[in-house]
């Protein structure tokens, strides 16, 4: 059994917060345990609490499609929520919800590493950079320790406001360009550290995940 089988053991007979007794099934997340490249969206919507699994109504479509638009499929990331029960009438996770579940977000990234971490919408952006505007940061990379953030609208803003389908795609597109983009070279501390240049292929690694 690996980490994340057991953390969603645990997911799955949490009763922490309230959203335990009102939930049908709590939804963990899904995606490759050694995924570089990790989706953390808002919480469960319906379909989602009737199947336990994240991302699978509309939204969840849209998300697939901008997936394959960046030459991804579901199966090379992680796709997982701030909170993993469904809000009822699917509102805003309270704060303290929100609190009493970052203990299995903080143990998925801890177990996956990912390289880079892609917020979607404010909530999950809320938990890096508290009080900014997704309208603001979006589609911008910032470095958080080992981890590169690239917060974007949640998929479910372009199903409320048609003009933002183009933004999202767009904004995606940029992703993918950070996905293929060389990995900085470290800097050498000495002449010899230095590393001679390759006689060919690339100079550098690439964060290249895939
Ligand atoms: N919206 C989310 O934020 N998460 C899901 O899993 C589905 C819709």
């Not at 002449?191 to 290249?208: H, R």
């Amino acid at each position: 059994m690996t980490d994340l089988d057991s953390l969603a053991q645990a997911i799955n007979g949490c009763v922490d917060c309230g959203l335990a007794r009102s939930r049908t099934h709590a939804v963990p997340g899904e995606g490759s345990p050694q995924a570089r490249l990790m989706f953390i969206g808002e919480g469960p919507g319906f379909n989602e609490d009737q199947q336990g699994r994240p991302f699978i109504g509309p939204a969840g479509q849209f998300l697939d499609e901008l997936l394959a638009s960046i030459g991804l499929a579901r199966s090379e990331v992680f796709i997982t929520n701030m909170v993993k029960c469904r809000p009822p009438n699917n509102r805003d996770p309270f704060p303290g919800e929100m609190e009493a579940c970052s203990k299995y977000l903080d143990a998925q990234i801890e177990a996956i590493k990912p390289k880079v971490i892609v917020p979607l919408g404010r909530h999950a952006l809320a938990k890096w950079f508290p009080g900014e505007s997704i309208g603001k940061v979006r589609a911008k990379a910032r470095r958080f320790g080992d981890i590169t953030l690239f917060p974007l609208y949640h998929p479910a803003a372009a199903l409320h406001n048609g003009a933002l389908r183009s933004t999202i795609l767009d904004d995606f597109a940029k992703l993918g360009d950070l996905l293929r983009a060389p990995a900085p070279v470290p800097e050498a501390t000495s002449a010899e550290a230095a590393p001679a240049p390759a006689e060919s292929g690339p100079q550098s690694e690439q964060l290249s995940m895939f």
